[in-house]
């Protein structure tokens, strides 16, 4: 089960990889382009906002796997900080599991979106005229995999939680205090001192 923990992180750091590639070449570049004709020619000559909307959408599906496996995103846990460490550990899974639902239902209700752009055949508004179902494809891809390693974090984690190993359990579910964060930038610091 730990080698498919480490399977599913380095999966989403590649996917975090591939939306910053998204990201780069999907808006920096077409604005790039867009500016620099703007100036000499005085119109664009790429679809640059409709183009980087399109990465944008990517680049959050894509990412979100990476979030939930490094435990980057945000929870308020002034409450449960101070809990002892069963109990916290007990909040600290039911919220897991209250993101895998949301999770879950982002990527099935995704789906119809993409399902409905594949049955209408649609096209974005633009010049450009480009299938919906091309973009919305990785956007949905992106959270499909979110879904997936949301899903599986709490499982591993209970997991670990069955097998004794709160510690294994605390490392994947809950946040870090703040003392390890600034030991993990490289500050040093007396945790004795106010």
């Given at each position: ?38 100036a ?69 209700y ?7 752009s ?25 959270l ?51």
């Amino acid at each position: 089960m730990h080698q498919f923990h480490r399977l599913t992180t380095k999966i989403s750091t590649w996917l975090a990889w591939a939306a910053g590639a998204v990201i780069l070449f999907g808006c920096a570049v077409p604005i790039a382009i867009d500016v620099v004709s703007r100036a000499t020619l005085g119109r664009t000559i790429v679809e640059s906002f409709e183009i980087s909307s399109y990465a944008f959408a990517a680049c959050i599906g894509l990412g979100m796997g990476y979030t939930v496996s490094s435990k980057a995103n945000i929870r308020v846990d002034i409450l449960t900080a101070k809990l002892p460490r069963r109990l916290r550990l007990g909040f600290d899974l039911v919220a897991a599991l209250a993101m895998a639902l949301t999770a879950t239902a982002l990527a099935y209700y995704t789906f119809d979106v993409l399902a409905e752009s594949w049955n209408l055949g649609s096209r974005s508004q633009s010049t450009l005229q480009v299938p919906l179902i091309l973009p919305q494809s990785l956007w949905w891809a992106g959270l499909v995999w979110f879904a997936t390693v949301a899903c599986l974090t709490p499982l591993f984690a209970a997991a670990r939680l069955f097998a004794g190993d709160p510690d294994g359990a605390e490392a994947l579910i809950s946040n870090p205090d703040l003392m390890d964060e600034i030991k993990d930038i490289g500050i040093d610091v007396d945790e004795d001192t106010p």
